[in-house]
């Protein structure tokens, strides 16, 4: 059973949050079933990049390059010995099931497209659940049939 993991939960599980402990306590229960793709290592990483910067323009916000470079450091190490599946997707399919999912609630409920486009990924590559602490992305994920166990 795989679980497609979006930045929020690896922003929980690489930097202490209110969220870390559940974070903590799935990845022990659920060992090799948390995938993430292509986009959102890249997310996951500019989103560290962009905390460096933020913190060298106001030290009360954002991580220190120190622990950014730790951070991406051990996501790196972590995504290439396979404590996280990184799959590729079929991006065309994604496409189209963004599109139809748009077309089904962003009107009504305001979704973003990166929500949109990651619940895609989890459906296109067949994922039982979805991991985030974004509440209005964990509404979507549920609509369209994931397990959200966090």
């Not at 962009?50 to 991406?72: A, T």
């Not at 139809?100 to 990924?121: M, N, P, Q």
């Not at 989890?122 to 959200?148: M, R, Y």
Request: hydrophobic content about 40%; overall charge neutral; glycine content about 4%.
């Amino acid at each position: 059973m795989n679980y497609f993991a979006d930045t929020s939960f690896f922003c929980s599980l690489y930097r202490t949050d209110s969220h870390s402990r559940k974070v903590d306590t799935f990845c022990e229960s659920h060992p090799n079933q948390i995938v993430l793709s292509s986009l959102i290592s890249f997310e996951f990483r500019q989103s560290i990049r962009l905390q460096i910067y933020q913190y060298v323009h106001n030290k009360n916000i954002g991580i220190s390059k120190e622990v950014g470079i730790n951070v991406l450091h051990h996501f790196q190490t972590d995504t290439q010995t396979s404590v996280f599946k990184l799959l590729m997707p079929d991006w065309a399919e994604v496409h189209t099931l963004a599109e139809i999912i748009s077309a089904k609630y962003t009107e009504s409920k305001g979704h973003r497209f990166a929500d949109i486009l990651h619940v895609a990924t989890a459906l296109q590559l067949a994922c039982h659940g979805f991991l985030t602490f974004d509440s209005t992305q964990k509404k979507l994920a549920i609509a369209e049939g994931l397990n959200v166990p966090v």
